[in-house]
């Protein structure tokens, strides 16, 4: 079976590409790795693919598609087999017109996802000031901006949560790590990851029942610390974030969410949460009665539907 | 003129002593450090008098009052005589029925404020496993529960905030740091101090227009980290706070408030803040249409009158 | 191919049981989790086994063995038939004689290591006041000490570093992640894993030529914080760390080692690193003469034989 | 009797100013707020005088001047009436030849320590993007590189210690906050203060018995974890620290010490410590076979005379 690796990119259709190169280059932190013209490609010091973000100006803000790089360069093709015999449409893309990888597959995975899977990547190699001592580091870290180290996840929301969870299981070779389930038992949330991360990606019900729905991009940072300084950057720049700074019970993650003013697309600075090395790893239910610390251990309360800011989403 | 040094302690009167002692000493962290069978006294790791709390059991939780050590032992005296003069009454305690501390006074400051004065102090000879091997320190901090340094201020609500920073700079030999005005001039809070921190004490508006309305006692943490390692605890304790974690903008600190759940007395576990070394400092103005960052530079609003948790009060 | 999991346990044998308990217990904070009377089980807060380390007295300290969860039931006997065919010697061990896991193989990796692989586990099921309030976690953090989160990976002293490395790949299904190789080409050390952790194992060359030698076991902290928080715990228990803090360029670990005075095994606190999610990771070579900041990219120098606390190893 | 407010600035004469200003303003962070063709000036965000720090070029780096800025605008003409009495000759400095303070006194004092006394300074008014939203602040934090709160303290080494740790108490009414004695009685080095901090100045002894040995400044950082982002950026710019990081006993400063390239001038990146507010403060006696962990509570050890880099000093 072939299989997932890891989250790659997201990229994405911004209105206002000005303030949003500001937004993720000079207040996130990320570098500038690339710009064809029409797409910037941003990366964080602590990555090891070409890009892991990517912004092209477009008349409505969107996401154009969540790149995950497969584990050996045959699990694309052999991806594009399954994914098709299940009746989805493939669109195999030549490396040739990508920029940062080879060639590629596109597809929109059930809830209305548009994903691409890819192997082969141009590995960084940064010259001058923003290469690190450190040999094994793409990029110098606290060089400007929040600077966190690299891409975490993804968090979608969709109308059948409990579908898309297991596509991603039963095709893509996802685990269910943790979810939350409500009386009727209706799943309100999964998080899951082919990686040692509690999730790589989340997948939460949309309250207005939508598909398709893009609700943030984590970036990683070392220290709890880090996300407090991130803070008052974002303070200083009046930047007001949607939540934050807080911990969710679920994932353990010390957070903080903020939107790009430009896109409308929300990150994550996200701190700590633990790893799942064990293989036999049962998956942690939460019902709607244990979900308040769930969501959120300590910190601002978050219920769905209740925070305007927090409940934005942008429609991939 | 006579000079306060420092806060000192703060006397509580708490509904539910075993509760109380619970939270102060097994979660917040202090050491008991006596008990004379009615009243418990306790103290930080970091502090150099005998204690900076203490709890007597009563019918109703009250602060019974605020005690502030003077420059010197005559300041004792002299401030009896001003206080007298000014037509409020003076109470003369004698050190020998006090635990901890010498002869001392007692008064109700303008704002119906119970303060007691005093000089000399029994110095902390810890013996045992709590004795730090830093000859600097009274205690062995990390010891247990959230593990703060040293009380820093106290937040009070009072009718007229005006009147009672006034008296507190005229009297006292206060300065005032930062204050906000609202647009017809009202002072709607002060931050005063006589030491190089911004605020010995706080002095806010309250809501209802009461004076003696006690917020909260502030203890000092070493590095931001710590309040987040206290939001841990407190989590695990089943403990919600009222507000945090956060940072304000006056003052500078990094914040979480929390409830006694026996006395119903809040705590602020404070870390950063600023100090002020200029003799010439000019009292900083925060016009109520800056209030917004300057109450919360960051972390969850709060408006005085919208967050029960928050205005909740113990009358002295 | 049969895989391994994860580190699982190191079984310590120490010739003073009391001190070794006071150092693991009560100064690094993990949980005596059981205790047959002659071999205790201790266990940190985020682990998901019995136990993470077991403490047995003995005429002579040492490594009794290293305990590797394998990825499926199965793998325990196919490794069991694949290292017996390279002509090691394997012991089976019945599962109903062990505290925590089940049936297991027991065998002597080259280099002289005590190795042990199984699969079955008994989860913790933590009832009191050692129960998070978090479902995803095994026990309370903060709770007493220095308090890690979990074990993290073990490192070694040998004369053959490169055919333990090989080994390893070969056999066991671990990668190179970083190494460092002196101008003869021999390699001086290597950092290996089956996890995306940058190691599960480190291997250093002995400088004496010998082989079965214990350098340390290291347990993971979230924040850098936590470290420095240890530092003064150290200190307050009058113990002197072998080396740190520092971080070294190779891992990018931020670190303490510290030496347990019952056993004299050493532990790495550690945090910080970083993960290693690409499948096409090329091992990081680092030449002797770039070893000096990949070995301590910041704090003391560490120079392999000029530093006597440092270079005590135990045998295993 | 005069008093002198706080620690003011050091005035530097460096042989190579470009490499100078290359580390104190990109490395270590602060913002260059003057330049009048022969010198620049620097200021850290949390200051409120003109500046903290000068350069200028000279043919050998040497210290200018340690400025003092005293309690009020009389004082400095009392100061200079008192220490012209002693016999010390005093300089007078006409304000208007003077960038960012008014009228000034300079003398050298005992030890051959070159003083400079004013009260009148320029207050910071930044416009533009360095200026913080923080009305309580005089600049951005966070701006580039390691970017520390404020100027601290300085360290002197000089061949009488008692003799000029006395003048300071006599007659310019510092107190002697803590100090180290040899067997035979002679101070080894002494921590004084005219605020609340520990030191405002250290004097420790010279072991080759000079006067006039410049040591170190120091710069204040909010967070422990400050001072690990600053080992990073030192990393990164292959500037290897003199010492740390680590942590005093004497003070409670958690330290790393670096030396200017340019000038090899010290700066030690300072955070934590504590306050003194009592004020009955009996100096603390630290005896030599207790300073070692007075010295080096925890980190890489220090005894003056063995570690050349933390030996260096820069005469006056």
């Known amino acids: 079976m072939p299989s997932i690796a890891k989250l790659g990119h997201v990229a994405m259709v911004t209105k206002d590409i000005d303030k949003s190169l500001w937004f993720w280059r000079d207040v996130i932190g990320l570098d500038e790795v690339g710009n064809d013209g029409e797409t910037v490609f941003l990366r964080a010091w602590g990555e090891f693919e070409h890009h892991s973000l990517s912004l092209t100006e477009g008349p409505e803000s969107r996401i154009d598609h969540i790149g995950w790089r497969c584990g050996a360069a045959e699990d694309v093709g052999a991806y594009a087999a ?10 195999h893309v030549d490396g040739d017109t990508q920029t940062g990888h080879g060639d590629a597959i596109r597809f929109t995975a059930p809830g209305a996802f548009p994903y691409e899977f890819y192997f082969e990547v141009d590995k960084p190699h940064l010259n001058g000031e923003r290469t690190s001592r450190l040999k094994n580091q793409s990029g110098k870290p606290h060089h400007h901006g929040i600077s966190p180290r690299r891409i975490d996840h993804v968090n979608m929301r969709a109308a059948d949560v409990k579908g898309f969870e297991d596509w991603h299981n039963d095709f893509l070779g996802f685990k269910t790590r943790e979810y939350i389930t409500m009386p009727d038992g209706t799943v309100l949330g999964t998080w899951q990851s ?28 070392d220290n709890w610390q880090d996300i407090l300084r991130a803070m008052d950057i974002l303070s ?81």
């Open 82 to 91: 399954l994914i098709e015999e299940s009746g989805i449409a493939v669109t």
């Open 194 to 221: 082919v990686t040692t991360l509690v999730h790589d990606v989340a997948i939460v019900l949309d309250p207005d029942g939508r598909d398709g729905q893009f609700h943030h991009v984590a970036f990683y940072l």
């Open 236 to 316: 200083e720049h009046e930047i007001k974030p949607d939540l934050g700074p807080g911990r969710h019970g679920i994932s353990q993650a010390f957070f903080c969410y903020v939107t790009d003013p430009g896109s409308g697309i929300r990150v994550e600075l996200f701190s700590g949460g633990y790893q799942i090395f064990d293989p036999d790893w049962e998956p942690i239910e939460w019902k709607l009665s244990e979900a308040d610390y769930g969501v959120t251990y300590w910190g601002a309360d978050y219920v769905i539907g209740e925070l305007p800011a927090m409940d934005r989403t942008v429609t991939c």
